[in-house]
């Protein structure tokens, strides 16, 4: 029965040990136990860890979006992530980490209006295209009335210095407010929707 494992599900979610833990709160979500405060409070004893902002992102509680990401900006040097699109990350360096752990950010910031600007203004000069598209694609899904007052001149600059074709005609979508996404992209995904929905 559920309860035959709770005691198991508690010893696990509180083991130091990263692939201990990972496996408690699997088993813990499937017997229908909320773990989002454990995930939170690893990240306040560890550090930021993309996998489990992952998770705690998957939230629909507003307050605990509003927490996650207080967090992370607590957690991630945005300062040191403006870098621009021209400079090489390395893989597997530190600064490759914290942009893989922004991107990770960006992603979901479209299902957020008007939350995490700072993340979106950080993606916008980021080195890594991912985050410049992810960034542009959040911008898109919200309303203008979502953007901060500094948004449009935020894009208009990112617009003057983005050496990718592609995301060049998706910045000059994004202050006309067009689709910043080409009609086949748009087919497609529809599509992956629908076939995993």
């Not at 991912?130 to 959040?138: G, I, L, M, P």
Request: some cysteine; overall charge negative.
């Amino acid at each position: 029965s559920r309860d035959d494992w709770m005691p198991l599900i508690h010893v696990g979610l509180a083991d130091p040990d990263r692939f201990r833990f990972l496996g408690a709160a699997s088993v813990a979500r499937a017997k229908g136990v909320d773990t989002w405060e454990h995930f939170y409070s690893r990240m306040l004893s560890d550090g930021y860890d993309s996998y489990f902002m992952q998770t705690v992102l998957g939230s629909d509680n507003p307050d605990r979006i509003d927490r996650a990401l207080a967090l992370a900006e607590r957690q991630l040097p945005l300062d040191q992530l403006f870098s621009g699109p021209i400079p090489e990350v390395g893989f597997g360096s530190p600064a490759f980490r914290m942009h893989v752990g922004l991107g990770t950010i960006l992603c979901r910031l479209k299902d957020f209006p008007g939350k995490g600007w700072q993340f979106l203004r950080a993606g916008l000069c980021s080195p890594m295209p991912r985050n410049r598209t992810n960034a542009v694609r959040a911008l898109a899904a919200w309303e203008r009335t979502d953007w901060p007052p500094e948004a449009e001149a935020c894009i208009r600059t990112a617009l003057e210095t983005e050496p990718d074709e592609k995301l060049h005609g998706m910045l000059q979508h994004l202050l006309a407010g067009e689709s910043v996404e080409p009609e086949e992209e748009r087919q497609v995904r529809q599509v992956r929707r629908r076939r995993f929905s």
